[in-house]
């Protein structure tokens, strides 16, 4: 087990099963060093774990937040997969790029984002603090309230 692996268990985190695409594409592409991780939504084992839209009324910030959760997780299951199964190999989370399937004028897609935020830096120290964008869009896959995908620098070999 490597260091991010304990990482990880010491944090209390597991990584998703394996789960088929909602959608014809790849769940990451590399080139060279870069990994570009595909968009990963709110979802766990199949199901949609928060449905938006988030605010009035709708989904809470907090629960939000705990989805952007589940989707740096996803996010982090695809990068094991790109980097052959060690996450030792990651130099740098670079960006992440959020979507909050939200109403109107919600002002608080940072915040929710920062779910996702979160785990990228505590699992991966500073090599996790990244730059980022957090929207507020009109919906998502699956109903989701929360989307995350990734650009990731890989260490040489």
Not at 47 to 55: C, D, E, F, Q
Not at 59 to 88: P, T, Y
Not at 145 to 157: C, G, P, Q, S, Y
């Amino acid at each position: 087990m490597g260091r991010i692996e304990r990482r990880l268990a010491e944090l209390g985190l597991e990584l998703p099963p394996p789960w088929t695409p909602r959608g014809a594409f790849a769940p990451f592409r590399r080139d060279g060093r870069t990994v570009y991780l595909s968009g990963q939504i709110c979802e766990w084992d199949g199901a949609v774990t928060l449905a938006g839209p988030v605010g009035d009324g709708g989904a809470s910030v907090e629960a939000a937040r705990e989805a952007a959760k589940v989707c740096a997780l996803n996010l982090i299951h695809c990068l094991k997969l790109a980097c052959d199964g060690d996450l030792d190999r990651v130099e740098a989370v670079m960006r992440l790029g959020g979507f909050v399937n939200c109403t109107p004028r919600f002002p608080w897609s940072p915040k929710v984002i920062d779910g996702a935020t979160a785990v990228f830096r505590d699992v991966f120290g500073e090599d996790g603090v990244h730059a980022r964008t957090a929207v507020g869009v009109a919906g998502l896959p699956g109903d989701a309230a929360v989307e995350v995908d990734a650009i990731v620098t890989l260490k040489r070999d």
